[in-house]
């Protein structure tokens, strides 16, 4: 009766450790589903940013491309007060870039 008695504790002690288990695996599951979903957006994300970046480089060459094509049909060079002109990449770098110079 006494080992009947240690064998019912053990099996109700192992039957809640069963549960907290289960518990953690469920805890665990919605875990990975709301992360994958985070990942999915993420990439997504990613996604639409390598296109637009894709975009604006494509314009940038089209409009760096136009104005050559306009300075080397120009007969007339413009005076500037600089010698040399700069523009700002659309990349968000906020360091210069020297495009031409212009001569005087």
């Known amino acids: 009766a006494e080992k009947n008695l240690k064998l019912k504790e053990k099996i109700t002690m192992l039957q809640q450790q069963n549960e907290e288990l289960r518990a953690r695996i469920e805890q665990n599951t919605a ?11 993420l990439q997504e994300y990613v996604e639409k940013e390598m296109e637009e970046k ?13 104005l050559q094509e306009e ?10 007060t600089s ?12 360091s210069p870039a020297k495009v031409r110079t212009l001569r005087q």
């Open 31 to 41: 875990i990975t589903r709301q992360l994958s979903e985070e990942n999915a957006n």
């Open 54 to 66: 894709k975009k604006l480089s494509k314009t940038n060459e089209e409009l760096l491309w136009k």
């Open 71 to 80: 300075d080397a049909a120009s007969p007339v060079k413009l005076q500037s």
């Open 83 to 94: 010698s040399a002109s700069f523009y700002r990449c659309s990349s968000g770098n906020s």
